[in-house]
């Protein structure tokens, strides 16, 4: 079945360093992959949306990439703050099916000052 | 900014009672969309709506209804509730490409 998987050790790293979180996705191609930041006990907010045909994409901070062949996407944040703690979630969206999205469980970040 | 807005963040209910969960989103989107969310389970979609009285079960429809009347209004329904229900649940709105979420509502169904 069509999954998208992310590390679920928690990653801890010092302030000012770049954080790196990774998606995998297997058993199919996902035409883009999105990730999101989610606060304890709340929504998930949408970050950053990446296509297939898209090797990289930034936005202030963050960076993301697509890799096709290693069937991966790296989400990058730069020069780390405490306030980048959270989940990041990766989603990909379902082949025979553009309106839904498939989830991964999410990497949790602690930045540490 | 868009908003979406659940009409509870904190509910407790018994087993055996109806609840409906009600979400209202501002930016006039057609896709709607229910979710809950477990540790270790993550985001696992109930059910969404991509136009006013059209839906489609999502991985787990099982215990729950929808009602898409209106384009801005989306209610989930727990038919007779059931402990295995006690979550968060989170409505969505947006295209595919974008989603935005409520703040969540906790369910407790003891």
């Known amino acids: 079945s069509q999954k998208i998987e992310q590390n679920s050790e928690a990653l801890n790293i010092q302030e000012g360093k770049t954080a790196t979180l990774t998606c995998n996705y297997t058993n199919y191609s996902p035409a883009y992959l999105q990730w999101y930041r989610q606060d304890p006990g709340r929504g998930p907010v949408f970050l950053l949306l990446i296509r297939e045909n898209e090797k990289e994409k930034r936005k202030e901070r963050l960076k993301v990439t697509f890799d096709t062949t290693l069937k991966q996407s790296l989400f990058h944040i730069t020069a780390s703050q405490p306030a980048d703690s959270a989940t990041y979630l990766c989603a990909g969206d379902t082949a025979g099916n553009n309106r839904k999205l498939i989830w991964g469980l999410g990497t949790s970040l602690a930045v540490n000052p | 900014d868009v908003k979406v807005t659940q009409s509870s963040r904190y509910l407790v209910k018994r087993t055996g009672e109806k609840v409906f969960l009600e979400c209202v989103q501002d930016m006039d989107h057609e896709n709607m969309f229910w979710y809950r969310q477990d540790p270790g389970l993550g985001l696992r979609l109930i059910y969404f709506?991509?136009?006013?009285?059209?839906?489609e079960k999502g991985d787990i429809p099982e215990g729950y209804s929808v009602s898409r009347e209106k384009k801005e209004r989306f209610s989930l329904i727990l038919e007779s509730a059931s402990t295995n229900q006690t979550s968060m649940y989170l409505c969505a709105s947006g295209s595919p490409y974008e989603q935005y979420f409520g703040p969540g509502t906790r369910l407790t169904v003891t």
């Open positions: 709506s991509y136009d006013v009285k059209m839906k």
